[in-house]
C-alpha cells in the first residue's frame, strides 16, 4: 500500500490557530531514510504548505514503480503548494530539487546490441529496410539492461508535475539521452528518450544507429514502445553504401585482371624481344668470329713462305749439261758477274722469225699466199 509517512516515524508536531508545523522528522521511506521539515498554514480556508525533505538511500524500483528501474537514490526537494484540499495541494505542487543515483539500472535497453542489429540486417542483405527494421529491432534492443551506475539528475515542479530536463547518460557502447515527466495528480509518468550506438569503424555520414522509445503509463504499470526509423535509415544508408563498395571493389579487381594482363602481355613481347635481340647478338657474333679465323687464317697462309708462290727454279733448269757445272779451272764468279747473271733478259720481238729451211711454214703466212710465193717454194734451192 501507500507509504504517506513511513515507518518508524518520528515528529515534533506543533499545532495553532494558523495551522500545523512538522519538524525533525525522521522516518523509514521507500527502504531509505526520510528527514526534513514542513508547515501547512490556513489562509481563510486555503492551505499553503511549504516542505524541504531528504530522502537518502531510497529503493529506486520503490521510489519510481516504472518496472524497468533499479538502484539507490537520495532525493532532496523544496516544495510550495497552496489549495483547499489535499487534492488541490497536490496538483499545485512546486519547487525544484536533484536526484543522485548508485548503481542505476534501467532495464529493457541493451547498449550492445549494434552488433546483432547488424547481423541481421546483413543477413537480409541490400533490401533492407523500414519494414524489416521494425520486425527485428525491438526484441533485440529491449533484450538486456542500460547499467548506469552513479549519476545525478536534477527536477521542477510546476502544476503538480514533475520534469526533468534532458538527461545524457552514457555507457560503453552506447548513449542514453531521455526526458521525464510525471503528473502527480493523476499518479502517471512517461520517458522519452533516444538510445544512441557507438558505430564505431561502421559510422557513416549523415546517419545515426539510433532507437527511440517511448514509456508511459500508470507509476508501476508503464509500457514501453520502439521507433526504429533512425536506426532503418542507418541500416539502409549502410547496406547501400556496403553494395556500392562491392560492386566498385568487383570493378577494381576487373580493372587489376585487366592491368595484370596488359602487363603480363606486355613483359611477354618484352621478353621475346630480348631473346630476339639476343640471337640476333650471338649470330652476329659467331660470324664476327668467324670471319676472324678465316682472316686469321688467310694471313697465316700468306705470311707462311711456299704457300702461295711457286718455288724459284733453279739457274741451271734450261742451260744445256754441259753448262751445268762449272769447267774444273774456271774461276769463281766476281760480284759484277753475278749482277750480269741476275739482269732480266730482254723481252722477245713480236714476231719471231720462223726457223730457217722451213719454207713451207713462211709460204702459210698471210702475206706470203701468193703465186711467187708458190713459185718459190717449189722451185730447187740453188
Not at 495528480?185 to 520517458?191: C, D, I, P, Q, Y
Not at 635481340?277 to 664476327?288: N, S, T
Not at 730457217?356 to 713462211?362: L, M, N, T, Y
Amino acid at each position: 500500500g501507500a507509504e504517506p509517512l513511513g515507518r518508524d516515524a518520528t515528529v515534533h508536531l506543533r499545532f495553532g490557530d494558523d495551522g500545523l508545523a512538522l519538524s525533525d522528522l525522521s522516518a523509514t521511506l521507500h527502504d531509505g531514510r526520510l528527514e526534513g521539515l514542513a508547515e501547512l498554514k490556513n489562509n481563510a480556508g486555503t492551505g499553503l504548505l511549504s516542505a524541504q525533505l531528504r530522502l537518502v538511500g531510497a529503493d529506486v524500483g520503490s521510489l519510481l514503480p516504472v518496472g524497468a528501474l533499479d538502484g539507490r537514490a537520495d532525493v532532496s526537494a523544496s516544495v510550495t503548494a497552496n489549495g483547499k484540499s489535499v487534492g488541490g495541494l497536490v496538483a499545485a505542487l512546486s519547487g525544484s530539487g536533484t536526484a543522485t543515483f548508485d548503481r542505476l539500472v534501467i532495464d529493457g535497453l541493451n547498449p550492445r546490441a549494434l552488433p546483432a542489429l547488424l547481423g541481421r540486417a546483413d543477413a537480409i542483405g541490400h533490401e533492407v529496410d523500414a519494414e524489416d527494421t521494425a520486425g527485428f529491432a525491438p526484441p533485440i534492443v529491449g533484450a538486456g539492461a542500460f547499467r548506469v551506475g552513479a549519476a545525478e539528475i536534477a527536477f521542477t515542479l510546476a502544476g503538480g508535475t514533475l520534469r526533468t530536463p534532458p538527461v545524457r547518460l552514457v555507457r560503453e557502447g552506447a548513449v542514453l539521452t531521455a526526458e521525464l515527466r510525471a503528473d502527480l495528480t493523476a499518479g502517471t509518468a512517461s520517458a522519452e528518450g533516444r538510445l544512441t550506438y557507438d558505430a564505431g569503424l561502421e559510422a557513416l555520414a549523415g546517419s545515426e544507429p539510433a532507437v527511440r522509445f517511448v514509456a508511459e503509463g500508470p507509476l508501476g504499470a508503464m509500457s514501453a514502445r520502439f521507433d526504429t526509423q533512425p536506426l532503418a535509415q542507418y541500416l539502409t544508408q549502410r547496406a547501400l553504401e556496403r553494395e556500392q563498395a562491392r560492386v566498385e571493389h568487383m570493378q577494381a579487381v576487373l580493372l587489376e585482371k585487366q592491368r595484370l594482363r596488359r602487363e603480363t602481355r606486355y613483359y611477354a613481347a618484352l621478353e621475346e624481344r630480348r631473346e630476339r635481340a639476343a640471337a640476333e647478338r650471338r649470330r652476329f657474333e659467331e660470324e664476327a668470329a668467324r670471319q676472324a679465323a678465316e682472316e686469321a687464317r688467310r694471313a697465316a697462309e700468306e705470311a707462311a713462305p711456299g704457300d702461295d708462290a711457286e718455288p724459284a727454279a733453279p739457274a741451271t733448269r734450261d742451260a744445256p749439261a754441259d753448262a751445268a757445272a762449272p769447267p774444273p779451272d774456271a774461276t769463281p764468279e766476281t760480284p759484277d758477274a753475278e749482277a750480269i747473271r741476275r739482269a732480266p733478259l730482254p723481252p722477245p720481238d713480236a714476231t719471231p722469225a720462223p726457223p730457217a729451211g722451213d719454207d713451207v711454214s713462211e709460204f702459210f703466212r698471210p702475206e706470203n699466199l701468193t703465186v711467187e710465193g708458190l713459185r718459190r717454194l717449189i722451185e730447187p734451192a740453188e
